[in-house]
């Protein structure tokens, strides 16, 4: 298993509890790490509801659920797809970063939290960062 694939693999695993912590917090006993992160995008501290409302613990849970997917999907694409495919692994891998970065920045302003979108650069420099040497051989020899 070469580097790129443990780094993206991590990167998949990192997404994945963030979306276990995610949607866990539908549920109101195991809801204040959500909270801390409510807080934490809507910086300055605004103060996560709580008790969460139904809807924010919908939310929670969908929005989590997607997440722990997204991490899948990373750790799978990784672990399965990136030695024998790369340059298809990559785009898979970048395109949806990118995509998720993209629109879940956008509407997080839209939302009032700019924060998030530091939060977003974390993950999304997470996601890219393991792939950058592989990208620019790619770029030089073309």
Do not use: C
Request: glycine letters at 8%; hydrophobic letters at 55%.
């Amino acid at each position: 298993m070469t580097r790129e694939q443990k780094s993206l693999r991590t990167t998949g695993l990192l997404f994945a509890v963030t979306g276990i912590v995610l949607a866990a917090g539908a549920w109101p006993s195991l809801y204040w790490p959500s909270a801390i992160f409510l807080d934490i995008a809507h910086w300055p501290f605004h103060g996560a509801p709580r008790p969460p409302e139904p809807a924010t613990r919908l939310l929670l849970a969908i929005a989590g659920g997607l997440t722990v997917g997204f991490g899948a999907a990373i750790w799978t694409v990784a672990t399965q797809l990136l030695g024998d495919h790369p340059s298809v692994a990559r785009a898979v891998i970048r395109n949806a970063a990118l995509s998720w970065f993209a629109v879940d920045s956008t509407f997080s302003v839209v939302a009032g939290a700019p924060m998030n979108v530091a939060l977003n650069l974390v993950f999304l420099a997470a996601v890219l960062w393991p792939m950058r040497k592989a990208l620019r051989q790619r770029d030089a020899a073309v």
